[in-house]
């Protein structure tokens, strides 16, 4: 099996073309057809299917996949270092969060990061969790930072604490609510709410939570994935939404919001930190990245 075959086989699949990805890998239709036969024949199974409308892969083509961009990405995160070195490159520290995320821990992480950077540089994917732990196991990103349940963490990958953080209920500082003390879960079922895009775990919970008192989810008025814009729409409104308590305390764009006092917790604390792949190599820059960013949650006051 060599490298090129690997990176042959995740063209044709991108393309679902042998012509298309011939075209772009700058090599001839039959020379690419017998790349993928070899590498079939190393392997002991078929990974593509050619149909009338394209190729596509094969039950053992689409498991296969992962692990060919995985190899490729790690072999080319091996140059880059190597390169970076040799003073010939700069390393990148791939980091993959959502909107929250980039708010209140990572700019200050990056800026203390970049002050001794020597070299190297700091590339952001925004998105779900779920997208972001597709990314995390291609090797498209080297760590996602973001709250996780270490319980629920899948085998292949391992999770850092750097901060202990809460879940609260938000409201702008003019809602009713914000006058009231141990409100009750029937009282937030009556608002509407601003929530996240996606099935996130934190809205699963509070569906849950509102179902085991007998009532309705919640009444979803606008779903974003901008946590600015969230609070955006909160301001001077009856919207409830939920955030992070330290961000609410540290960032000026949420100064307005002021989290609801409830009879019960919603959420248990969660565990903001870095997830990076098991088996993955961790590079020297990735590491001092996280180094930073534990040094920034260490400052975070306890909320």
Known sequence: ??????????????????????????????????????????????????????????????????????????????????????????????????????????PQAVRRFMAQAEGNSVSFRQGLKDELMASLRRGDIDIMVGSTNPDQLPDDMRHEAVLQDRIVVVADAK??????????????????????EGNEPEGERLVRSLRREGLAPPRVAVRTGSSVFMAALLKDSSYLSYLPAALISLDPDFAHLVPLDLAEPIWPPVLVGVTYRRRGVMLAPVRRFINRLKDVAGEVPAN
């Open 1 to 106: 099996m060599e490298l090129r075959q690997l990176r042959h086989f995740q063209e044709i699949v991108r393309c679902s073309s042998f012509g298309q990805a011939a075209e772009k890998l700058n090599i001839t239709q039959p020379a690419l057809s017998k790349s993928i036969r070899n590498l079939e024949r190393s392997l002991g199974c078929q990974l593509l299917e050619r149909h009338p409308s394209g190729v596509t892969p094969t039950e053992y083509g689409l498991v296969f996949l992962d692990y060919a961009a995985l190899v490729i990405s790690e072999l080319e995160r091996a140059v880059e270092e190597l390169n970076a070195l040799r003073g010939r490159g700069r390393g990148v520290v791939r980091v993959g969060a959502g909107s929250t995320m980039m708010r209140y821990l990572l």
């Open 175 to 196: 809602h009713p609510l914000v006058a009231e003390r141990r409100i009750a879960l029937a009282a937030l079922a009556a608002c509407q709410w601003v929530l996240p």
